[in-house]
């Protein structure tokens, strides 16, 4: 424990903006991933297990296409789409199959994918890892914000990523195909009952939660090591982050992500030998105040 | 009638001779193909996760230096053929691979291609199956400093930490006393190699330099894919110079990172696991001036039989070779030299001849290892520090260490953690 670290910096604006800038860009990455995560469950009731492979694909195929077109733009939506197209075969050829089956086999098949998706990642790139390298554009000296440490390549990050965000709650709340979402997530016999295809939907959302997954991918990609198995690491932040904000609420992992980030980023100052520690211990004081997360809802 | 006597006996002395001769006929060719039969030797090592690339260049190195023994003739007149296992990185699975190598795969002699974790319990088997292992990853100094982990079978063919520590200790100390870098921070993974290996080495830098002053430390996890809060409190704690034994993936995650960060330039970085191909190729924007040990690099030592290795090893698997890789050539070389000393692939006989047993080398700081007979461990590999550049040779301004000084300061630590 190191709190008078933590208490200078907290005196100090400069060490404030940096330490900030660093939570923010944490709890970035994780929103993206930790959004579709609890998309998916929000709709489809499926704890995809999968999903850290499919940030661990956006983040390969965004090696590839960098190094095919030596575009970052054109490689953070390259690499979403392919991933959310593998999310949707994914869903179409083997999700689809254990709906409303045990939670079990849902975790089987989840498994089973996550080791087919990790050799399938060691015989596409190979076992040894990979860098993607920073583009060009963003070799530059970081910004000095009253006095604190920005990199450039972060404001972009975090840029990016709230308009992913904000897109995505746009989609979600003021859209005529987000009102279906949230209908089917409330309730599926209904929605199929007025004559909308389900499967088709189920199918849209898991791609969405891919290309939310790729997103991140491709955003940390050049300042990530790329290795098979990446992305269980974040698979598991990603489960913290959605149980904190609330299994399927997205703003409560935009929340959680966020606060996440900055415990981490304060953390590591105060308590530098505990901060994974601090990240669980907050999940577990909101489920004692709220047990069902910070944005969930009760369970009828 | 003792005629007839005689005659019966000499018939059924013939009809034995007669069985005999036959099962002796049979028998001959299998008594010569024990003789000449190839030796298994068994192999563990990290072939998939994180560490794959370590793994595989063990494999490689070895599978390079096997062909050339049996070209050769083999191991003395025996074929090596070798076995090799996945153990994924798990201890419990590196064990259980020995075992089975030695039970049922008939395996004659162990080669533990294991991190510490794993070596540590195929230590264990060693002991139990009284089997030749040479242990040809594990840096973890006590593995066979500690007389009481000592075994009359077990070798270690690698480097050891402290060994790398005085070393480095001694060039960071110069560096420092140049530059007036008192204030120092660590930033190595949380796990017994990165603690041990910091603590060691900070000992020695304060050692050689008393002015030196650890002002922080982060502990990152081991495979952590974000070091943000890692730099951040660097930027934080403002130290002139940085310590870290960050390794592979990890050490170029922390380098990419650390770039966005300007952080080389701002902070005099000694990173001890950055001199190995696999971290320097990997590296888009490796910055120039960090401090490393090297690993393996085909210029240091700067002989042209060390260059011709790295060469041949690369025009052979398409790559450069890795730490490990030589680390594992040289048990291939010690076992050959062994067997030709000791007239026989006996694994008793051969660690017999094997305690300070000395053989040219590529890898040599004068060009020759030693297996120490006091604990057998290799001594007189080249060890170094320089200075890294963005393109080939990639490390520049080697200062090599000094083995006289390194055997002094390791006797005072044995003796400091009651191992003499």
């Not at chain 1, 849902?106 to 060691?122: A, H, M, P, S, T």
């Not at chain 2, 063990?58 to 050769?72: D, I, L, Q, T």
Request: glycine share 10%.
């Amino acid at each position: 424990m190191d709190l008078a670290t933590l208490a200078t910096c907290l005196s100090s604006t400069a060490c404030i903006v940096t330490q900030s800038t660093g939570g923010l860009i944490i709890g970035m990455l994780l929103f993206l991933v930790a959004a579709g995560l609890t998309l998916i469950f929000g709709v489809l009731k499926v704890v995809n297990f999968t999903h850290g492979s499919f940030y661990m694909l956006g983040a390969y195929f965004a090696l590839t296409i960098y190094q095919v077109t030596g575009s970052y733009t054109l490689t953070i939506l390259g690499a979403g789409v392919a991933t959310a197209i593998v999310g949707l075969v994914f869903e179409r050829l083997f999700i689809s199959r254990v709906y409303g089956q045990n939670v079990l086999m849902q975790l089987l098949v989840c498994y089973g994918f996550v080791l087919i998706f990790d050799d399938l990642v060691k015989i596409i790139w190979g076992v040894e890892f990979k860098s993607m390298g920073m583009p060009p554009a963003f070799q530059v000296p970081p910004l000095f914000i009253a006095g604190g440490v920005v990199p450039p390549f972060y404001l972009f990050v975090v840029g990016v990523a709230l308009v992913i965000g904000l897109a995505l709650w746009l989609v979600i709340e003021r859209t005529r195909l987000g009102k279906t979402v949230r209908a089917a997530a409330y309730n599926p016999s209904m929605v199929a009952a007025l004559g909308i295809n389900t499967g088709y939907l189920y199918g849209l959302v898991f791609a969405l939660g891919g290309l939310l997954a790729g997103f991140a991918g491709a955003l940390a990609a050049p300042v990530r090591s790329l290795t098979p198995g990446m992305g269980f690491s974040i698979l598991i932040e990603s489960f913290i982050v959605t149980v904190i904000g609330g299994m399927g609420s997205i703003v409560g992992a935009f929340v959680a992500a966020l606060a996440i980030g900055l415990i981490r980023s304060f953390g590591s100052l105060g308590f530098p030998l505990f901060t994974d520690g601090l990240m669980y211990l907050f999940m577990v004081l909101v489920l004692i105040a709220r047990p069902t997360g910070l944005f969930g809802k009760e369970i009828a | 009638m003792t005629h007839a006597h005689r005659n019966r006996l000499d018939r059924r002395t013939l009809l034995k001779s007669a069985a005999a001769s036959t099962v002796g006929l049979l028998a001959a060719p299998m008594v010569a193909r024990a003789e000449n039969k190839s030796i298994k030797i068994g192999m563990s090592t990290i072939l998939s996760g994180r560490v794959a690339q370590l793994g595989t260049s063990s494999r490689n190195a070895v599978m390079m230096e096997v062909e050339k023994v049996n070209a050769a003739g083999g191991l003395a007149g025996r074929q090596i053929e070798m076995v090799i296992r996945d153990s994924k990185g798990q201890p419990q699975e590196a064990a259980r691979l020995s075992r089975e190598l030695v039970n049922s795969d008939g395996c004659e002699i162990l080669i533990d291609a294991e991190a510490s974790s794993g070596a540590f319990a195929v230590h264990e088997v060693a002991r139990d199956l009284g089997m030749l292992t040479l242990h040809t990853n594990s840096e973890t100094s006590s593995l066979s400093a500690d007389p009481k982990l000592r075994l009359p079978n077990a070798f270690r063919v690698c480097r050891q930490g402290v060994h790398d520590c005085i070393v480095g200790g001694a060039y960071a100390a110069k560096v420092a006393k140049a530059k007036n870098l008192t204030k120092w921070m660590t930033t190595s993974p949380d796990y017994a190699y990165g603690r041990d290996t910091t603590a060691e080495y900070m000992s020695y830098v304060t050692h050689f330099n008393p002015d030196v002053e650890v002002v922080g430390e982060a502990w990152p996890k081991l495979f952590q894919p974000d070091y943000t809060e890692v730099l951040t409190k660097i930027l934080q704690t403002k130290p002139q110079a940085l310590y870290s034994c960050l390794w592979g993936g990890d050490v170029t995650a922390f380098i990419d990172q650390g770039n966005i960060y300007a952080l080389f330039g701002q902070v005099e970085t000694f990173a001890v696991n950055m001199a190995d191909y696999t971290a320097l190729t990997a590296v888009k924007n490796l910055p120039k001036g960090i401090h490393s040990g090297n690993r393996y690099i085909k210029t240091f030592p700067n002989t042209p039989e060390n260059a011709a290795w790295g060469d041949a090893y690369r025009a052979k698997y398409n790559e450069y070779p890795t730490n490990w890789a030589w680390e594992n050539a040289s048990a291939i070389h010690f076992l050959t030299a062994a067997a030709k000393k000791a007239s026989s692939a006996d694994g008793a006989k051969l660690a017999e001849v094997m305690k300070g047993l000395t053989i040219a080398s590529p890898f040599g700081a004068d060009g020759n290892i030693t297996l120490r007979a006091e604990d057998q461990t290799m001594t007189g590999y080249a060890i170094g520090w320089g200075t890294t550049i963005p393109t080939e040779p990639y490390v520049t301004d080697m200062t090599t260490g000094d083995w006289k000084q390194i055997f002094e300061l390791e006797a005072e630590w044995k003796k400091k953690k009651n191992y003499a």
